[in-house]
């Protein structure tokens, strides 16, 4: 079955820094979506790319695809302890058509002051 | 911003006991979702919800468990007989132009 999975697993960095992560799916998607969660919290949507796009900004996050290599990059520029979370990506994919989310294992991002 | 809502917060139960998750979607969404999250593992699809019936549902959304849209705007999760693997965090979600907006969860804890 498709999954988006991250990469890497856990990133700590320190404030100011950029912070990197991957996500790899499987089958061909109509878009894929990043959220993050804070410890123990909800799911906060942060960003939609769809398959026909190949880079977003917002902020201070910008979201590329491949949809070639199945990929997708999240990048947090300057970075600060605020963006202390794990990181998912969420695919919707072609095949399903009620639009289910997969969702990744997560980056867990640590940012220290 | 409109936003998902979810109630309760936190429900404690006993083996066996029925319980109810409650969510109101955002009002001009019309595709509703439940997912769940137990501890430390990936956010798992349960079922989808379109045109007031169940549109898709994973494996682990078996005969236990419900949903139901009772009125226009409350979306409910029911699980007839928890069981201890019950025990997780319940998402609800809805969808609106592609974007899914989750709700802030109801953490499950089965005793």
């Known amino acids: 079955s498709q999954q988006g999975e991250e990469d890497p697993q856990a990133l700590s960095i320190q404030e100011g820094e950029n912070a990197t992560m991957n996500c790899s799916y499987k089958t061909s998607i109509n878009n894929l979506q990043w959220y993050r969660q804070n410890s123990g919290r909800g799911l906060v949507h942060l960003i939609l790319?769809?398959?026909?796009?190949r880079e977003k900004h917002s902020g201070r996050l910008r979201v590329t695809l491949d949809t070639s290599k199945k990929s997708s990059s999240l990048l947090i520029t300057a970075s600060r302890a605020a963006d202390t979370a794990s990181y998912f990506c969420a695919t919707d994919a072609k095949a399903d058509s009620w639009g289910k989310l997969q969702f990744g294992a997560g980056t867990q991002v640590v940012v220290t002051p | 911003e409109p936003e998902v809502t979810q109630t309760p917060s936190h429900q404690v139960t006993q083996m066996g006991q029925e319980v109810i998750l409650r969510c109101v979607p955002i009002?001009?969404?019309?595709?509703f979702y439940w997912y769940r999250q137990i501890l430390g593992q990936k956010v798992e699809f349960l079922v989808s919800?379109?045109?007031?019936?169940?549109?898709?549902k994973s494996e682990i959304f078996d005969d236990q468990f419900s949903v139901e849209r009772p009125d226009g705007s409350n979306f409910t999760l029911k699980i007839r007989s928890t069981k201890l693997e019950d025990s997780a965090m319940y998402f609800c979600?809805?969808?609106?132009?592609?974007?899914?907006?989750f709700g802030p969860g109801t953490r499950l804890l089965v005793l």
């Open positions: 790319i769809r398959s026909n796009e």
């Open positions: 919800f379109y045109n007031n019936e169940i549109s898709e």
């Open positions: 979600a809805s969808r609106g132009e592609g974007t899914q907006y």
């Open positions: 009002s001009n969404h019309l595709y």
